[in-house]
């Protein structure tokens, strides 16, 4: 098993400025422009906190995953994301001890990672993500 660390815990808001809001009053300040990852129909303002990030993610599309998710939920943490160096290696690991996960194949996820999602019933009504940076990559 490789060793893992928080790469981000994942917030989901209506709009990326009022989830904004307490950041900045702490201090924090936007870690580069905010992106569209197109694939998963969100919006993500990114905080850089020591080694790991806060990421604010807000629909960009009403049939996204994250609009469905404020439908149901209040806005609030989403999920938590632990940094992989090998990705496809850890999937199947999980694999072989159960674990399920949301798609078959990881997917492209903020700043040219791979992701993939584990479900949230494997982790006990968390949902969890596994990331991958590109090579060399720490993150933004």
């Known amino acids: 098993m490789s060793v ?3 790469d981000h815990m994942g917030i989901a808001t209506p709009d990326l400025d009022q989830g904004s809001a307490p950041y900045l009053a702490l201090g924090l300040t936007p870690d580069g422009p905010d992106e569209l990852v197109e694939s998963q129909g969100v919006n993500v303002r990114v905080f850089r906190v020591g080694q790991s990030m ?4 807000a629909p960009a599309r009403p049939d996204s995953a994250i609009a469905r998710y404020l ?6 943490l989403h999920h938590t994301a632990y940094r992989v160096a090998h990705l496809d290696a850890e999937v199947e690991r999980l694999r072989g001890l159960g ?5 078959e194949q990881p997917g492209p996820g903020l700043h040219g990672t791979r992701v993939i999602f584990l479900h949230p019933k494997w982790g006990q009504g968390t949902l969890i993500e596994l990331v991958e ?3 060399g990559g720490t993150g933004h």
Request: proline share 10%.
């Open 71 to 76: 439908e149901k939920n209040r806005p609030g």
């Open 54 to 57: 806060i990421e604010l993610l």
């Open 4 to 6: 893992m660390l928080l």
């Open 133 to 135: 940076h590109p090579a």
């Open 99 to 103: 674990a399920t996960f949301l798609s």
